[in-house]
């Protein structure tokens, strides 16, 4: 299986400030690498695909790059709403597999 | 408006079976790929079975932690999926969601209970 690892595992941070998590992939997933955010009692949201794109209705302040096995998630101008866990997963061979999440919360 | 509604959750015993039922609105289901994730209370998500669409025939595949216990099936003629569980055991104690191409829709989840 392709085991994907994320760091760090929680972030205490501001609103405001800049947040970036990794995601690394034990093996190479081409382009199919997806982020999710999730809140506590609800179903995870798709905030990218493919690497780096954004699907309809999520802020620009969020953004994805990497490349192979390594990747990351950025989030610009952290909002309230912002805090949440995010997951990273590959979708390039079965299993599909998440990472562990990384939980952002208020500092 | 993509609507993915779950059902069948509730409390079994171990060793006991329970169907799930994912109800798709607002997309042709079957151009789509569907995809059943769980996460087990305070953890991560699992990935644990697909459906493929109409041209790729409906075609499955299957978690290792499920294979041989769990059966994705679909019914396209009343755009629902299934998830058929067998053989339940307590950590497949979990909230099970049906999700459509691998993450961009998700349904609100179905919680399923394994416990003597």
């Known amino acids: 299986d392709n085991q994907m690892t994320q760091s760090p595992s929680s972030v205490s941070a501001s609103v405001g400030d800049r947040v970036t998590i990794t995601c690394r992939a034990s093996q190479d997933v081409t382009r199919w690498l997806a982020w999710y955010q999730q809140k506590p009692g609800k179903a995870p949201k798709l905030l990218i695909y493919?690497?780096?794109n954004l699907p309809s209705g999520v802020p620009s302040r969020f953004s994805g790059s990497g490349s192979g096995t390594h990747f990351t998630l950025t989030i610009d101008n952290l909002q309230s709403e912002d805090f949440a866990t995010y997951y990273c997963?590959?979708?390039?061979?079965?299993?599909?597999?998440f990472g562990p999440g990384t939980k952002v919360d208020i500092k | 408006e993509v609507q993915l509604v779950e059902s069948g959750g509730g409390l079994v015993q171990p060793g006991g079976s329970l169907r799930l039922s994912c109800a798709a609105s607002g997309f042709t289901f079957s151009d789509h790929y569907m995809d059943w994730v769980r996460q087990a209370p305070g953890k991560g998500l699992e990935w644990i079975g697909r459906s493929r669409n109409a041209a790729d025939r409906y075609t499955t595949e299957h978690a290792a932690s499920v294979r041989g216990r769990f059966t994705v099936s679909r019914d396209a003629s009343k755009n629902s999926v299934s998830l058929h569980m067998n053989s339940l055991r307590t950590d497949d104690t979990a909230v099970y969601y049906c999700?459509?191409?691998?993450?961009?829709?998700w349904g609100q989840g179905t919680l399923v209970t394994v416990s003597s």
């Open positions: 999700v459509r191409d691998a993450g961009s829709y």
């Open positions: 493919a690497v780096s």
């Open positions: 997963q590959q979708a390039d061979t079965f299993p599909f597999t």
